[in-house]
T-cell receptor
């Protein structure tokens, strides 16, 4: 059974810092990995999708890497801003359209 | 293009009642998946529909059911509501052959 773990559970940093969020999964037989952002009480916003054959994806200040063999992904956020405060979730897809989610990292950027 | 829409956004029910939630996918998307989000269990997969057929199912009791219509709109139904069914219910859609899932804003269900 696939299990996804995100560390840390919560992170608070001052504005302007670069930071890394971690995601690990137990079964390397994944189809892809997706990073999402969730604001309180809201739905999920897709940030980056990495196919199993890819090593990284970039979008603006965000960069996500994938090491399938070791079961790890990282989300790098450059020059953090208060608007980046949210919960960040990673999810792996195994067949069909079923996503298995981690518990998320609650990120707070302090002005 | 309009995003995934879910109705209603908020619902309050009492134990024993049943509820129906609706999800309209992004135009052209034929796959709709449903997830339950609770503080304790996080996000858990309920089921996925594609072309009106349930293609994948999570580990939830039979009280949770769904269907998909020919226009790809989907509904999920929960019968005999329990307090533990209080959650944010999210649906997601993806395009044929698409890899990325796009989520709606969710329906917040409170069971009293």
């Amino acid at each position: 059974k696939q299990e996804v773990t995100q560390i840390p559970a919560a992170l608070s940093v001052p504005e302007g810092e670069n930071l890394v969020l971690n995601c690990s999964f137990t079964d390397s037989a994944i189809y892809n990995l997706q990073w999402f952002r969730q604001d309180p009480g809201k739905g999920l916003t897709s940030l980056l999708l990495i196919q199993s054959s890819q090593r990284e994806q970039t979008s603006g200040r965000l960069n996500a890497s994938l090491d399938k063999s070791s079961g790890r992904s990282t989300l790098y956020i450059a020059a953090s801003q208060p608007g980046d405060s949210a919960t960040y979730l990673c999810a792996v897809r195994q067949g069909a359209q079923k996503l298995v989610f981690g518990q998320g990292t609650r990120l707070t950027i302090n002005p | 293009k309009a995003g995934v829409t879910q109705t209603p956004r908020y619902l309050i029910k009492t134990r024993g009642q049943q509820v129906t939630l609706s999800c309209s996918p992004i135009s052209g998307h034929r796959s709709v998946s449903w997830y339950q989000q609770t503080p304790g269990q996080g996000l858990q997969f309920l089921f996925e529909y594609f072309s009106e057929t349930q293609r994948n199912k999570g580990n939830f009791p039979g009280r949770f059911s769904g269907r998909q219509f020919s226009n790809s709109r989907s509904e999920m139904n929960v019968s005999t509501l329990e307090l533990g069914d209080s959650a944010l219910y999210l649906c997601a859609s993806s395009s044929p052959g698409g890899d990325e899932q796009f989520f709606g804003p969710g329906t917040r269900l409170t069971v009293l």
